[in-house]
C-alpha cells in the first residue's frame, strides 16, 4: 500500500480531499487495466482445444490512497460542511479532521515540520487576481495576499527533508499572468509578484514545475470555470518517507514512464514566460477516462423534475422548491436579460460564483425545464420558447431585446439547486456511487443559499483530480 499523507490549506468545503481521493482510484483503476494487457501479451498461445482455461492469475491494483493530516480554513460555514463529510470516522479520529481556524499565516515552520506531509493543496484567494480588481498590479499589497506569501516564505525555509514531494495549486486564470508588468508588449518581469514569489522559492526548493489552463468541458463536465492549476514536485522525495510505502513498489516499474512527464515539467526559469499546459497534456495521465460531453440533465435532482408531483405533505421538497425560484422583481428587474438561460438538453452551463441568487449577470445559469418547440416546427407550438432562444452566449454578443421573455414561462424557471451545482462540479454527491468513494452533502441546517456561495469559492473536483493524477505520477516515477 502506498499512502500519501497531505495538508489542505483554504481547505473550503474539501475540494481538494475529494479530487486526491479521485485521483487516487483513477491510477489504481490505470494499474489494474495495463497489468492485465501485458499479462496477457506475455501469455502463450493457447490451442482451440485450451483456449477457454482460466490461468488462474489474479491482478491487483496498485494500492494507494491520500490521508488527510490537517485542514486550514477560518470560515466556521465551511468547515461545518468539512467536518459533515468526515463522518465515517470514530469520534477521536473524527475530531482530529476539524479544519484548524489557525490564521494560516501565523502556521509556524514547527508546525509545518511536524506533519512532514507528503502533499500540499491549497487555491489561494482569488479576489485579488479577479479581473474585477481595479488594482490587480499592486495584489501583493492586498491582505487576502498575506496567507499565500507566508507559505512561500515557509517552503523556503523548511527542512530538505520535510519539504511536501507535491504541490496542488488552483485559482484563477489571471493569477499566473500577475508576474508581467503593466505594459504587455515589453513582458517586463514584475519581481515583486505574488507569482513571481511562488516561482521563487519553487526553483530555489528544486521543483519541477507544469503551469495549465484547464476547463471542466475539457474532460466532459457541461460547465465553464476556466481555472489556472500548478503542479509542482520534487524528484526522489518519496524515496525519503519511506514509511509511506509498503509492499507496492515493485508494481511501479510496469507501470509508470518518466517519459510521460519530461515534456510537461520542467525547472522554473525566473527570466522567462512560464509554459502553460492545456488539455491535451492530460491524455497521457488519463487515458482511461471518457471526455464525451455530458448533457445538463444528468447532473439535476430528480425530485426537482417539473412534472413531479408534490403533496402538501413533502414540507421539504416543498421548501426546497421555494428557495429555487426566481423572485418576481428579479423577474420584472431590467437586467433579467443578462441571465444565462439553460435546459436540460444543453451541453454547457456559465460558471457559478459566490453570488450566484444574489445578483443576474455573470453569476451563473439558471434552469428552464419547461416544454420546447424545436426550431423547424413551423407554426407549431409557437406559445413556446424555441431551443436556440438559450443559445449561451458572452455578454458583450448579446442586443437588448425588451420583450425577450415574452414566450417564457416564468413558473418552469428556477435556480440550480446546491447539489444540481456540486454534481456540475465534480463532487461525488450520491449514495449511488462506488462503495470506496466517500460521498458529498450539505448538512440539514445549510441554507440554499450559504450553499450557492460554499460552492462558488469551491473548485471543480475532477478537473484537480485529472491534474493531480499527473503530480502524482511524477513522484512514483522516482520509485521505479
Given amino acids: 500500500m502506498i499512502t500519501l499523507s497531505y495538508l489542505e490549506f483554504y481547505s473550503g468545503i474539501g475540494g481538494w480531499g475529494y479530487a486526491l481521493e479521485s485521483a487516487c482510484r483513477s491510477i489504481g483503476r490505470a494499474s489494474s487495466a495495463k497489468m492485465t494487457v501485458q499479462h496477457e501479451q506475455k501469455k502463450p498461445k493457447l490451442t482451440n482445444r485450451s483456449a477457454d482455461r482460466d490461468d488462474g492469475t489474479k491482478f491487483h491494483s496498485l494500492n494507494i490512497t491520500a490521508q488527510l493530516l490537517a485542514a486550514y480554513d477560518h470560515s466556521d460555514l465551511c468547515n461545518s460542511v468539512f467536518m459533515h463529510n468526515h463522518t465515517n470516522y470514530d469520534d477521536s479520529t473524527t475530531k482530529s479532521l476539524k479544519p484548524r481556524q489557525t490564521p494560516i499565516e501565523k502556521i509556524t515552520q514547527k508546525e509545518l515540520e511536524s506533519h512532514a506531509a507528503a502533499i500540499w493543496c491549497m487555491s489561494p484567494p482569488c479576489q485579488p487576481h479577479t479581473r474585477q480588481h481595479s488594482n490587480q498590479h499592486k495584489e501583493r499589497d492586498d491582505p487576502r495576499s498575506k496567507s499565500f506569501l507566508h507559505l512561500c516564505n515557509m517552503l523556503s525555509i523548511i527542512d530538505e527533508d520535510k519539504l511536501p514531494c507535491l504541490i496542488l495549486l488552483e485559482n484563477v486564470v489571471g493569477f499566473e499572468t500577475d508576474w508581467v508588468g503593466l505594459d504587455s508588449e515589453k513582458t517586463t518581469i514584475n519581481t515583486n509578484s505574488s507569482f513571481a514569489e511562488w516561482r521563487k522559492v519553487l526553483s530555489l526548493r528544486q521543483y519541477e514545475v507544469a503551469h495549465f489552463h484547464l476547463d471542466p468541458t475539457h474532460i466532459g463536465l457541461p460547465n465553464n470555470r476556466p481555472r489556472y492549476y500548478c503542479v509542482a514536485y520534487r524528484r526522489g522525495s518519496l524515496k525519503r518517507k519511506k514509511d509511506l510505502l509498503r509492499n507496492d513498489r515493485d508494481q511501479l516499474g510496469s507501470l509508470l514512464s518518466t517519459e510521460i512527464s519530461d515534456h510537461i515539467f520542467s525547472r522554473e526559469n525566473l527570466n ?28 439535476l435532482d430528480l425530485d426537482l423534475k417539473s412534472d413531479t408531483n408534490t403533496t402538501n405533505k413533502d414540507d421539504l421538497l416543498m421548501e426546497k422548491k421555494k428557495q429555487l425560484q426566481i423572485p418576481e422583481k428579479v423577474q420584472r428587474s431590467s437586467s433579467s436579460w443578462c441571465f444565462d438561460i439553460i435546459t436540460p438538453h444543453h451541453e454547457c452551463s456559465s460558471c457559478f460564483t459566490h453570488s450566484y441568487g444574489k445578483f443576474i449577470k455573470g453569476t451563473g445559469s439558471i434552469l428552464y425545464d419547461g416544454p420546447l418547440r424545436s426550431d423547424n416546427e413551423d407554426g407549431k407550438g409557437k406559445s413556446m420558447p424555441s431551443i436556440d432562444k438559450f443559445r ?42 462506488a462503495d470506496r468513494t466517500r460521498t458529498f452533502s450539505f448538512p440539514s441546517n445549510c441554507t440554499m443559499k450559504q450553499q450557492w456561495k460554499l460552492l462558488g469559492n469551491s473548485l471543480n473536483v475532477q478537473v484537480a483530480a485529472r491534474v493531480a493524477v499527473i503530480g502524482i505520477y511524477g513522484i512514483l516515477n522516482d520509485m521505479v
Avoid: H
Avoid at 455578454?395 to 456540475?424: C, H, Q, V
Fill in 392 to 433: 449561451l452566449s458572452s455578454p458583450e454578443e448579446r442586443n437588448f431585446d425588451e420583450d425577450w421573455s415574452k414566450d417564457i414561462n416564468w413558473d418552469y424557471m428556477r435556480y440550480l439547486s446546491g447539489t444540481e451545482i456540486a454534481r456540475l462540479m465534480g463532487f461525488p454527491v450520491g449514495a449511488e456511487l
Fill in 272 to 299: 522567462q514566460k512560464p509554459v502553460i499546459q492545456n488539455e491535451t497534456s492530460l491524455v497521457d495521465f488519463n487515458n482511461c477516462e471518457s471526455n464525451v460531453m455530458s448533457q445538463i440533465r444528468e447532473f
